[in-house]
């Protein structure tokens, strides 16, 4: 449940203060972020399960089920952030020649 609400202040943290100032090096990166801030979808799930918010009528079973579910959905989505950023973004059509550089004024 802890890691539950301590993933929601990770994902609004960089939500608000991260997210909007990376120099993106192409799909790569967006994916690898993407994918990383949406772990909080189903990690929250669980939080929220644990503490009979969500899935209230349902049997143990079922929600040990449910808590499997998020766990899975959690994994995939934390393996595809990990492996898209290890990616070099030159492979998914990133090119450095195309970055803007910044106007350094010299006096």
Do not use: C
């Not at 939080?47 to 579910?69: D, N, P, Q, T, Y």
Request: proline content about 5%.
């Amino acid at each position: 449940m802890v890691l539950g609400f301590y993933f929601l202040g990770i994902f609004l943290q960089m939500g608000i203060s991260v997210v909007p100032h990376i120099e993106w090096r192409g799909i790569a990166d967006i994916i690898a972020v993407g994918s990383y801030l949406s772990g909080v979808i189903p990690l929250f799930g669980i939080a929220l399960l644990e503490l009979g918010v969500i899935g209230r009528g349902k049997s143990e079973s079922e929600k040990m089920k449910l808590h499997f579910i998020l766990l899975t959905v959690f994994l995939i989505v934390a393996h595809i952030a990990m492996i898209f950023g290890m990616v070099d973004p030159a492979i998914l059509s990133w090119n450095p020649n195309n970055q803007v550089m910044p106007m350094h004024h010299h006096n």
